[in-house]
Structure formats: C-alpha cells, structure tokens
C-alpha cells in the first residue's frame, strides 16, 4: 500500500469512526453505510477526480487489503499462543 492509499483509506477510516463509532459492519446494510460515508466520498472524489463509485470501491480495496495484512500479522504474533503442544504422557 502506497503513502497515498494508506492516506486515503485513513480519512475514510476516521471520518467512519466520527459518523458511525458504534456501527457493526457485519450487521448494517453496505447501503446504510455507503449513506452515513457520502460526504467524506463525494470529498475525495473531488478531490481525486473520480466518481464516488469509484472512491468507495477503492476505499473496499484498501481496507480489504489491509485487513488481510492485520489478519497475517495477527497469526504470526500470536501462532505459538494457540498451538497445543503435545502434552506429556504419564
């Protein structure tokens, strides 16, 4: 991820926080949080010269991807916490 993907996807991350700090993704409809995100979307897309479709399919990208990267440093740090070592035999 580029400088300027971690910034854009750190100013839809913080502008999330402020408008929806208690949302579960999981549970919320994409087109209920598509809503609460249109103004930070139509921003960058105005800002980026691009359509807010395409903004927030970058945005998906972006935090998908990093998603990805916190999940895979999540298992290497903790890998040797949730193995069960062969216990002894008595």
């Known amino acids: 991820m580029t400088n300027e993907d971690r910034e854009f996807l750190d100013t839809i991350m913080e502008y999330a926080d402020k408008v929806m700090p208690d949302i579960d993704p999981q549970k ?3 087109s ?4 609460k995100l249109r103004p930070i979307l139509q921003e960058l897309a105005m800002k980026h ?3 807010v479709e395409d903004v927030f ?3 998906m990208d972006l ?3 990093h998603a ?3 999940n ?3 298992n ?3 890998k040797d916490t949730f193995t069960n070592p062969e216990m002894p035999r008595e």
Request: charged share 40%.
């Open 28 to 30: 919320v409809r994409i």
């Open 32 to 35: 209920e949080q598509i809503e």
């Open 49 to 51: 010269k691009m359509k």
């Open 57 to 59: 399919i970058k945005y």
């Open 63 to 65: 935090a998908t991807e």
């Open 68 to 70: 990805v990267k916190y």
């Open 72 to 74: 895979n440093e999540m």
């Open 76 to 78: 290497d740090a903790f």
